[in-house]
């Protein structure tokens, strides 16, 4: 009988360890004060700013991207730079998670949102689950929104994602809810890399799908399990996708208290030899080590450690939400360069045309030369030569052939020509977004003015936006 209690007495123990080790509704005061969710942001300058942003947008680069047909240039859709518009500007900071399957992405994501155990947590497993591509934002009421809807709201900023077909759309999910964290920004769970699947095999351009969300995400999460940490030849893709965004990828390594010490810093080491010949930068990206769910780390692990790596995600998050404003202002302020560059080629090819032009000469054979040996012309040197234009922000000499064969030269018109008496010139009111209204707009920001003075002596004309692709 003695026995017996005991052994009733050691189970009801155990139980009580395990519910008091796994009890997901441990602490989260931590992540509700370093995110400052309890504060109650100043919404009336903040849309104050965007408006004022939008009407810059409206009125000084789309119409000379209109124009001259940015959006339909090559070098536009596979350069990594967005597409701006009224869904981009007034859109939220996006997180994009990636990495190989089952690593603890969607279970990060249950955990920063508090869903764990709740009807509405994304699904997780040991096994691949998640097959989607799952947005979790903000609504008023929590509901599911299929991909095609998502795509036909043109007040959302995920329209674009119609190019990659009906066999994508049906693999996009939303998830809205109300969450205070989700206000201020917007999570995107992917599916896990396969390395022994051909990304072909999904039905759609997955590697494709992957760029677009990476071209538009603010912070690009990488995570990892210290079980899989082989890099095979789809997680070379995507790093290679991920080119040019290294300040804004942080690499995790997940589930770090299911290791001792000394492993853990062996895999640490090992994970880092893996990643050197596919980062190749000065100075590496951040990386967190730590296990991103709801539980209590293990027993006789760095628990001190993993809190403090914890927190120190947790502020590098909500930087990227601080600073959201500066960013849009700093994207749309470098989409202008790219709209104007783009401008001021396509005015030179039509200048020499024109030029070249004779009353004998074909139109086709002499506009095929010009743009078969651009350099013969002059083209991209005179405009380097003109203007204040970096080398470094061409574009490629080969987009402007695509663009030109779906475009004919006859088709624009010189800059010269683009002007009104009451909307004045396409290019001065371009260049004057860029180096006074934008930066005008940043500066009020920061000095915690109202952006909508428009005085350079006001708001400091001069100074230079923050680099959205630069570490804070």
Known sequence: RTKSSLKCLYSALKCLAFEIVHDWSIDRSHIDETLRLATEEKAGDYAAALQRLRKIYHTSIKPMEQAYKYNELRQHEISGIAAASDGEITSKPMVLFLGPWSVGKSSMINYLLGLQDSPYQLYTGAEPTTSEFTVIM??????????IVMAADSSRSFSPLEKFGQNFLEKLIGIEMPHKLLER????????????????ER??????????????ADLIFVVFDPTKLDVGLELEMLFRQLKGRESQIRIILNKADNLATQDLMRVYGALFWSLAPLINVTEPPRVYVSSFWPYDYAPDTSRELFKREEISLLEDLNQVIENRMENKIAFIRQHGIRVRIHGLLVDRYVQTFKEKMSFFSDPELVFKEIVDEPDKFY???????KTNVSKF?????????DFFGINP???????????????????DKIERAITNELPALLSSINS??????SS???TGCGEKPKNRYRKN
């Open 138 to 147: 903000h609504g008023e009421k929590i509901r599911s929104v299929e991909g």
């Open 185 to 200: 920004v917007t999570f995107v769970d992917t599916p896990g890399i396969i390395e022994n699947r051909k990304q072909q």
């Open 203 to 216: 039905g759609y351009p997955f590697n494709d799908v992957c760029q677009w969300f990476i071209d538009r």
């Open 379 to 385: 083209i991209f040197k005179s405009i380097l030569a």
């Open 393 to 401: 922000d061409l574009p490629n000499r080969d987009a402007y052939r």
């Open 409 to 427: 030269v006859t088709n624009f018109k010189p800059l010269s020509t683009q002007c009104s008496y009451m909307g004045g010139c396409l290019l």
């Open 448 to 453: 915690g003015k109202q952006p909508g003075l």
């Open 456 to 458: 350079c002596e006001a």
